[in-house]
């Protein structure tokens, strides 16, 4: 934190209105003021949301409630005015240089709660807009007291951490029915923990030069005693902050690997970026899992599907107004470390909450900043607790004792809630930390010799090491086998010479290596890949994944309309609708392999993931309901992300069973000597590693964004398609598709390309050649397509592949949208009352600008330029065709309650084109997955899965059949390909969960307790 790139914070200090207080003589407070603070007892002007319970009375580290009535500046010093609460605000022609090299783009916001954008913008946007911007050297402004009162702050923040939701409120999980439920509570332990925090600080550092010590700032003991010393709860609740600044860290460390810092100072920033990388590369982060479980952000949010929506309004509202408060803070010092931690918290809780793709676009330098400079705070503030302590005793001459409870009077509902935090060791002196840590061994159901072992690291050798009784100051009471187990590695460690908590043993080769080849190398980290490496790691296999982009998903995380299963239709419809779509090329033995299965792995997938799947919905193509969504999210989002959890997880618990190799090109394949396993050749940051492993597996993705790859296998196959747009990533390049192709492996169906009939039209930047999926749901619900005349021209619900035919007739009978609309554009229209059946996709699209709300039959005219009798009339024919159960077009299915169509209700309309939206051909397999060669048989350990797989779909895919032949063909290899047997196999595969309405919470264990 003290190089020029973090010590520089850009901040707004001069907002000049408090949103909740003014002074008893003026309309408004202003905060704008330096040096002074004024001592006027502020006057509430407007009520935080949810300050009505008091949550908060009582637990400020003041007894106060309102601001004392003495001046807010007051401080004893030696009349140097060291302690004003001023900015020093000058800054060194190489802060200036860095001052104009930094970043200043910002990122758009969503606000609908259940998008996968919800939390990017956790803190509240106006304190880093304006012309009031500043960047601020935080060395030269620390944090120490300025003799401001803030008490009323802190009252008004703990007040507004109340979640109001209704009487349904899942409360009552912490022993009382008035408890807070566990959202709330984990708000709590933040904004707790950032109390403690401020108060260490401005304890350490209270009296001003020339005051008690020359020339240097001394703590107020005293002070740090009664607010921090006798409530061993805000301590641990500052380390519970810790720990969640931690995991924000650890998840964005692939983000952060790749940071471009740049100040101007080219030596300096790479001072800078070394420092980083020791940060993420430290063994706090690479060993000591178990502190990572502290907390774990995924068991948030877990109440029933008609709760979820709420507690996330509440969880981000009330975080918001929390950061609007700093606003109200009137010394200008005070109130920029506040806004530092508001927005390190804020940025730690958007990257937990937010899917890992994206971290990197959501961002931004400062988040950056303060994200590091809070984790340095609040590491700081704990080891000054101990600091502190210790000079307390020493000036005191007293030895160290219990705190005395408070008195019983004084307690609150949140005291009473939070006495399970307290732990019995008080403030963690040495001393009770070896008692702690001799209770937690004799506690232990260990053998003489571990014993003995243990015994003698703490009491024979006379020194025990600073990191043991760290380890009994957070799991000796609570989590005596894990000290116990991790303090006797260290005993062993110590024995050879290298007391540490690593096991003193000899380095295993990394998995992959020639010495520890892997089960199984997969290339991909979409859905298929993390449903093969879920099963493999289930059965105790070892795996490898290597991923293109800096993140898991791929394509996968984009897929919006479902997932299909017959678990409450027939598996024969689903036989019957696939071989349809796949026409002549339907390959009935990997069809029958997808239907059969579909219902036992999307069950699987289900209660591995945890996702809800309680929606079922219709889509084109589809002669029954069997594609299941989320009630409350998107699929492809929801699926991987969780999915993802699930992997990060397990590579815990499983040392050395899973490795993931992130921003990492596969770019050659070869068979290894004598083993008859392979080895991937792999490309990262410019320098080519050699993979290990027995078996290979292919989940890299088709090849729809091909086009501009030296060797296009696009352009080869559909030359047609060069200047159709798509909606896949930038990754979708074929790599798989090649590498299998050149070893040997029979490529199938390669010009079958799936054509999407709906890739949303962004009128901003109508030519751009990556589309946005307009949501075969949109259709489904009852969206109309119409020509350039306000007229229908094809059946909506037919497959993709008669859609898209539809429209390139009427294309070519010259009745697309005129420009400025691209190429083959039509009109996408949805009725009110579509809409609302479709709510969480129509409000996406709309705050993206690809969606637009009009009023009446006369806004969807003027929209695109269409008469509105003509308009009329397509509608009133509709009508009468979904009345009767049948149209021109041949349309059978009209969604109940969307029709009629009404002329003066709201619509929303847009625009549509069809886009490049999957390679039906790839890379021949059997039904067991294997890779084919040029004569049908099966290359030996050597698989394809997804969309890397060729034959599935034949001449065009079902809609949702995607996703469910990753989850199908990537669960049955994983569960079928050979694995090395092992002693130490866990066979502690989840049970299969309830259905998603009837789901319990299973409580955390160390979270919020």
Request: with cysteine; hydrophobic share 40%.
């Amino acid at each position: 934190v003290n190089t020029t790139f973090f010590r520089l914070f850009r901040v707004n200090l001069k907002n000049p209105i408090c949103p909740y207080w003014k002074s008893a003589d003026s309309d408004k407070e202003d905060t704008s003021s330096g040096g002074t603070c004024s001592g006027t007892v502020p006057v509430l002007s407007k009520k935080p949301a949810f300050a009505q319970k008091g949550l908060g009375a009582g637990l400020g580290f003041s007894s106060a409630a309102e601001p004392a009535s003495e001046p807010g500046c007051s401080v004893d010093s030696d009349g140097s005015n060291a302690a004003e609460g001023g900015i020093d605000r000058k800054l060194t022609i190489q802060e200036k240089v860095a001052q104009l090299e930094r970043d200043n783009e910002t990122e758009p916001c969503e606000f609908e709660e259940d998008l996968p954008t919800y939390w990017v913008d956790m803190c509240s946007g106006d304190h880093m807009k304006g012309v009031d911007l500043e960047d601020v050297n935080l060395i030269k402004n620390p944090e120490r007291n300025t003799g401001y009162n803030g008490s009323h702050i802190w009252q008004a923040m703990y007040n507004e951490n109340c979640f109001e939701v209704g009487s349904a409120m899942p409360r009552g999980r912490f022993g009382t029915k008035e408890a807070m439920c566990y959202e709330e509570r984990v708000l709590y332990r933040l904004l707790s923990g950032w109390h403690a925090s401020t108060s260490i600080s401005i304890s350490k550092n209270f009296y001003a030069p020339g005051t008690k010590q020359k020339g240097a700032w001394s703590p107020n003991l005293e002070r740090f005693m009664k607010d921090i010393g006798e409530h061993p709860e805000r301590v641990k609740n500052l380390h519970f902050s810790f720990v969640v600044l931690l995991r924000a860290v650890k998840k964005a460390a692939p983000y952060l690997q790749s940071y471009s810092i740049h100040t101007g100072d080219e030596k300096e920033d790479g001072v800078t970026k070394l420092l980083m990388a020791r940060l993420l590369d430290s063994q706090l982060l690479s060993l000591c899992s178990p502190l990572f479980e502290a907390f774990d952000e995924t068991r948030l949010f877990h109440a029933p599907s008609e709760q979820r929506s709420a507690l996330k309004r509440q969880f981000k509202s009330v975080f918001r107004n929390i950061t609007e408060l700093v606003d109200c803070v009137q010394c200008q010092r005070c109130r920029l470390h506040a806004k530092l931690f508001s927005l390190g918290l804020g940025t730690a809780l958007k990257i937990l909450l937010s899917p890992p793709d994206l971290i990197a676009s959501t961002t931004s330098r400062d988040d950056v900043v303060a994200l590091v400079n809070v984790l340095w705070k609040l590491s700081e503030a704990m080891e000054d607790v101990r600091s502190l302590t210790q000079q307390y005793y020493e000036v005191s001459a007293v030895a160290p004792s219990q705190p005395s409870p408070a008195p019983a009077g004084q307690k609150t509902d949140v005291a009473v809630a939070m006495e399970a935090d307290a732990s019995p060791m008080g403030i963690g002196t040495r001393r009770q930390l070896l008692d702690a840590a001799l209770g937690a061994s004799r506690r232990c159901s260990l053998s003489a010799e571990d014993e003995e072992r243990l015994l003698d690291l703490l009491v024979a050798q006379g020194q025990v090491g600073e990191e043991i009784l760290l380890l009994a100051k957070h799991y000796a009471v609570d989590k005596a086998d894990v000290f116990c187990r991790m303090a006797i590695k260290a005993a062993q460690g110590a024995r050879r010479g290298a007391p540490s908590l690593v096991p003193a043993t000899i380095p295993q080769a990394n998995l992959g290596e020639t010495s520890n080849p892997a089960d199984a190398v997969i290339v991909g980290g979409g859905l298929a890949g993390m449903a093969a490496a879920m099963s493999l790691l289930d059965r105790g296999g070892s795996v490898v994944m290597i991923e293109k982009q800096p993140y898991l998903g791929g394509n996968s995380g984009k897929a919006s309309s479902g997932i299909n299963a017959a678990l409450e239709t027939s598996v024969e419809s689903l036989v019957a609708d696939t071989t349809k779509s796949a026409g002549k090329l339907a390959r009935p033995d990997l069809i029958e392999r997808l239907a059969q299965e579909s219902s036992e792995a999307v069950q699987w997938l289900r209660d591995r993931t945890k996702v809800d799947l309680s929606m079922r919905s219709q889509l084109g193509g589809h002669t029954a309901k069997r594609t299941l969504r989320p009630s409350n999210a998107f699929v492809g989002a929801e699926l991987t992300f969780a999915a993802g959890q699930v992997l990060t997880k397990m590579a815990t618990e499983r040392n050395g069973r899973f490795r993931l190799l992130l921003k990492s090109k596969w770019v050659g394949l070869r068979r290894q000597d004598q083993s008859g396993g392979w080895v991937a050749e792999v490309e990262a940051n410019g320098t080519k590693v050699d993979v290990h492993g027995a078996t290979m597996v292919v989940a890299s993705g088709g090849f729809g964004h091909d086009s501009k790859e030296v060797e296009s296998l696009l352009l080869k196959h559909r030359p047609d398609l060069a200047d159709f747009p798509t909606t896949l990533g930038a990754q979708t390049t074929g790599d798989g598709v090649k590498i299998a192709r050149d070893i040997g492996a029979r490529l199938v169906d390669m010009d079958r390309v799936q054509l999407h009939p709906t890739g949303f039209v962004d009128v901003n930047k109508p030519t751009e050649t990556t589309k946005t999926l307009a949501a075969e749901l949109l259709r489904g619900v009852g969206g109309l397509l119409l020509d350039r005349n306000g007229r229908r021209f094809t059946d909506e619900l037919g497959t993709r592949q008669a859609v898209v035919n539809a429209e390139l007739k009427a294309a070519e009978e010259e009745r697309a949208l005129a420009q400025p609309s691209p190429p083959r554009a039509f009109a996408i229209v949805l009725n009110g009352k579509a809409a609302a059946m479709a709510d969480r996709h129509t409000t996406l699209y709309s705050k993206k600008g690809l969606l637009m709300k009009v009023d009446g039959i006369a806004g969807v005219a003027e929209r695109f330029g269409y008469q509105v009798d003509v308009v009329n009339a397509t509608f009133t024919a509709y009508n009468e065709a979904a009345k009767e159960g049948k149209d021109e077009f041949g349309r059978t299915v009209f969604p109940a309650g969307h029709f009629p169509i009404e002329a003066d209700e709201s619509f929303y309309v847009g625009e549509v084109v069809p886009v490049i939206h999957y390679t039906m051909g790839g890379i021949a397999i059997n039904p067991e997955g294997q890779v084919l060669d040029q004569k049908g048989d099966p290359i030996p350990k050597l698989y394809a899965i997804g969309e890397a797989s060729g034959g599935v779909h034949g001449d065009n895919r079902l809609a949702g059949n995607s996703l469910l032949e990753c989850t199908v063909f990537g669960r049955h290899v994983g569960q079928s390909l050979p694995i090395r047997p092992r002693s130490d196999v866990l066979r502690d595969q989840p049970a299969p969960s309830p259905a998603p309405e009837t789901t319990s919470e299973e409580l955390p264990q160390i979270s919020a307790e």
